[in-house]
Each structure stands twice: as C-alpha cells, then as structure tokens.
C-alpha cells in the first residue's frame, strides 16, 4: 500500500523573520522522519503566504497535491 501524508499548519499575523525560523524547524523535523524512516521514497515541503482572509480552517483531506 502507498500513502501520502502530511499536515497544514496555518499562521496569523508573523514578520518574515518568524516565517523563515517556522520553516526550519518544519524542515529540521521532516529531516529527522526521513532520516529515521526508510520507507519514505519522496518529500517535499514548503511554506506559502495565505491570501484568504476569512481565516477558514484547513482540511489536509480536501487539498489538492498536484504531481509533477
């Protein structure tokens, strides 16, 4: 069996400073995952500025993943 995982975290109101300290500590834990679990065969991880400004709650099982 394949799946996918992941999680959305959303955050309000942060300098850029924030957002970049938010992004390595995304990517120190995601690499302590891979490093610790052969099963992973693909990853990929990012941080994006929100547009909605209705602060509508997240659904990972309703986001779209696009493949290239």
């Known amino acids: ?19 970049g300290e938010i992004e390595e500590t995304i990517q120190r834990q ?15 991880a990012g941080a994006k500025t929100r547009r909605d400004t209705k602060n509508t709650k997240p659904s990972f099982n309703d986001a779209k993943f696009s493949v290239r």
């Open 1 to 19: 069996m394949k799946i996918r995982a992941g999680f959305i975290i959303d955050y309000d109101d942060i300098s850029m400073k924030e957002a």
């Open 30 to 44: 995601m690499d302590l995952i891979i490093k610790n679990d052969p099963r992973v065969v693909h990853v990929s």
